[in-house]
C-alpha cells in the first residue's frame, strides 16, 4: 500500500464515521487473499472513499480519463489506485491494466452502471463480465445506500448521511466465456446480486427480477 494510498484510507476513518454515521454489514465476505472483483452500484463521488474505508485490503479502480488533465493529477490519481479508462468505446490499455491487477492477486472495483445512478440501478454494462471471462476470478456484490445527494468533493467528508455498505458473499459466474450472448446474461447475473443486497426502492431496472 502506498503511503498516499494510505493516508487517503486513514481520512476516510477520520471523517466518514464522524460527520454522518457509515454501517458496514458482510465484512465477513471479502476473501482473505487473491484476486477479486468488486462489482457496485454507483450514486455518487462519495461511493469509492466508501469502498476504500468498508475494505481492508488496497483496492484499485478506474476513473474517466477526462480527470487525468495534468501530469501532478495524473500522478496523484494514480498515486490513489486509479487508472484512465476511455468510456466512449472499447479501451484495450484499461483492459491490459485491469488484468494485471487481478494477475498479482489484488482487488479490483468496478461500477458495472458505468456512470452514476442515483436513486436506482441501471442496466449494466457487459465489460466487467468480459474481464471475469479472461481472469476467472470471482465476483463479490456490493450494494451502497444513502450517498444519493452527495453531489460534490467537500461533501464527501461533511456528508452527514446515514450509509449504508452492503457486501454479499463472493460468487464466480457459471461460464466466464467472452460470447456475446453469455457476457449479457453472465453480466445480468452480477447486477442481480447487486440488486437483491439493495432495498426494493433501488433496484431500479432489476426490482421484478428480485421481487
Do not use: C
Not at 7 to 33: D, M, S, Y
Not at 67 to 83: C, D, E, G, P
Not at 128 to 134: P, T
Not at 174 to 185: I, Q, V
Amino acid at each position: 500500500m502506498g503511503f498516499l494510498y494510505g493516508l487517503g484510507r486513514a481520512l476516510t476513518f477520520i471523517f466518514l464515521p464522524t460527520f454522518g454515521q457509515v454501517e458496514v454489514a458482510g465484512k465477513q465476505h471479502i476473501p482473505r487473499n487473491g484476486g477479486f472483483i468488486i462489482a457496485s452500484n454507483h450514486q455518487s463521488i462519495a461511493d469509492p472513499p466508501l469502498i476504500v474505508f468498508a475494505f481492508n485490503r488496497p483496492v484499485f479502480f478506474m476513473a474517466k480519463k477526462g480527470l487525468f488533465k495534468t501530469r501532478i493529477v495524473s500522478f496523484f490519481l494514480r498515486a490513489l489506485h486509479m487508472y484512465p479508462v476511455n468510456r466512449t468505446g472499447v479501451d484495450i490499455d484499461a483492459i491490459k491494466w485491469a488484468e494485471a491487477i487481478l494477475g498479482a492477486g489484488r482487488v479490483l472495483l468496478i461500477f458495472p452502471e458505468g456512470t452514476r445512478s442515483p436513486y436506482h440501478l441501471k442496466e449494466g454494462n457487459d465489460g466487467i463480465a468480459y474481464i471475469v471471462s479472461r481472469t476467472k476470478v470471482p465476483v463479490l456484490p456490493v450494494a451502497i445506500t444513502g450517498t444519493e445527494e452527495i453531489k460534490n468533493v467537500l461533501r464527501i467528508p461533511f456528508h452527514f448521511k446515514k450509509i449504508k455498505v452492503s457486501i454479499g458473499e463472493p460468487f464466480r459466474l457459471p461460464e466466464e466465456t467472452s460470447n456475446r450472448t453469455k457476457l449479457k446474461d453472465n453480466t445480468g447475473l452480477i447486477m442481480r446480486n447487486i440488486a437483491v443486497l439493495l432495498p426494493a426502492s433501488y433496484r431500479g431496472a432489476y426490482k421484478k427480477e428480485n421481487a
